[in-house]
């Protein structure tokens, strides 16, 4: 794994939280595979707050792409009502 910066440690763990915030999402934009993610989450927050996490998503349609229901093929990863994040890798690919 590569050195993350406190920054994009914040950011990762936010993704994490966000409901229809895929792991893929989180992959494309830090590397990061889910189980990283987890170890991650882990890692930087409380034990309680961890758990919390982990009931929240294990199993959650909207956290693994593969078992969300996309209509069209160019579905996004973020909610349509999301603000653009101006430091995002991915926003700046052409």
Do not use: Y
């Not at 929240?56 to 160019?74: C, M, Y």
Request: proline fraction near 2%; include cysteine.
């Amino acid at each position: 794994m590569n050195t993350l910066t406190v920054r994009e440690i914040d950011r990762i763990i936010e993704m994490a939280w966000e409901d229809r915030t895929p792991f893929d999402a989180i992959t494309l934009q830090f590397g990061l595979k889910e189980q990283d993610v987890i170890d991650l989450m882990r890692r930087e927050m409380k034990p309680s707050s961890f758990k919390m996490w982990r009931k929240r998503v294990q199993g959650r349609k909207t956290k693994h792409a593969k078992l969300r229901n996309f209509e069209h093929e160019d579905a996004r990863f973020k909610c349509s009502r999301q603000k653009q994040i101006t430091h995002n890798k991915i926003s700046k690919r052409k």
